[in-house]
């Protein structure tokens, strides 16, 4: 078991839309959902807009069917099987809801996968309509953190976390998200750890903004292609750097992998460069 945890944001992530903002277009209901953003928290207009579309006669059902359509990047899903398989322990934690995510990873059979997901509360009730609930009861008290929206702090569940990890041995964290939701977080992370964040994305502005305060190693990434390789990569740096036998033999193969087709180009002429 590698003593690695890799958290996943899960909106512009793992799927490569925001489910809130996919379920409301695909449902024809963007301008209503636009009416209600400036008078609520987002968590609240979404727990609103599932109402609405209840009225509307639209069921858990076709909300579920619009869901397994949304689009997802064909490499996310090897490389959430590989980290798995390598042993790191995978969690998810995301300011969508809890009926959204497990919805898509049961569809995309990688439910079983996470051993933790952390959201907001979400389920079908009584009378067959979709209630989402804040993560953080912000009607009750506030989580006191300012870079955070008001029912939910990552960098609270982050920090809960590394609490609860073994103090018997050292876990490395990777953190991989996009959005603003994600810069706290990333500020919890410690030396030892790695930040994955979606290049040209809010958090990626915060991050470069605010280099100073992050304390883990910052590795950027475009698309799930760039994601699954970054990040088996880290996997495969860090059990390496803990000595793991098992994966220091995986990384002999990939350097195998790749020193011969590198040695071959070497012994190639060098490419002359182009003369005007
Ligand atoms: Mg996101
Ligand atoms: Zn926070």
């Known amino acids: 078991m590698a003593g690695i945890v890799v958290v996943f944001d899960f909106d512009k992530t793992i799927i490569d839309s925001d489910s809130d903002n996919w379920v409301v277009d695909e449902l024809g209901a963007s301008d209503f959902f636009n009416q209600l953003l400036p008078t609520m928290p987002w968590n609240s207009v979404m727990d609103r807009m599932m109402k609405e579309l209840h009225t509307q006669g639209k069921t858990k059902d076709d909300i579920q069917e619009v869901l397994k359509r949304a689009p997802i990047h064909p490499r996310v899903v090897p490389a959430i099987k590989t980290a798995h398989s390598l042993g790191c322990d995978l969690r998810i934690v995301s300011d969508a809801n809890l009926f959204y995510i497990e ?41 006191g953190c300012n870079l955070c929206p008001p029912n939910m702090c990552k960098g609270m569940i982050i920090e809960r976390i590394q609490a609860s990890l073994g103090k018997e041995r050292k876990k490395t964290m990777i953190y991989l998200g996009d959005g603003s939701g994600d810069f706290c977080p990333s500020l919890k992370l410690k030396d030892e750890d790695y930040v994955m964040p979606r290049k040209n994305f809010p958090v990626w502005d915060l991050i470069c903004q605010n280099r100073a305060l992050v304390r883990a190693k910052i590795h950027e990434w475009n698309d799930g292609e760039e994601l699954e390789s970054i990040l088996l990569k880290l996997i495969d740096t860090i059990s390496l750097q803990e000595g793991h036998a098992k994966s220091a033999q995986l990384l002999l193969v990939d350097c195998k992998m790749e020193t011969i087709p590198m040695a071959a180009h070497e012994t190639l002429p060098q490419a002359l460069p182009v003369t005007q």
């Open 103 to 143: 919805t898509i990873l049961v569809h995309l059979g990688i439910r079983d996968f996470f051993s933790e997901i952390n959201t907001n509360p979400g389920y079908v009730n009584e009378e067959g309509r979709l209630r989402i609930l804040p993560f953080h009861d912000f009607q009750s008290s506030s989580h």
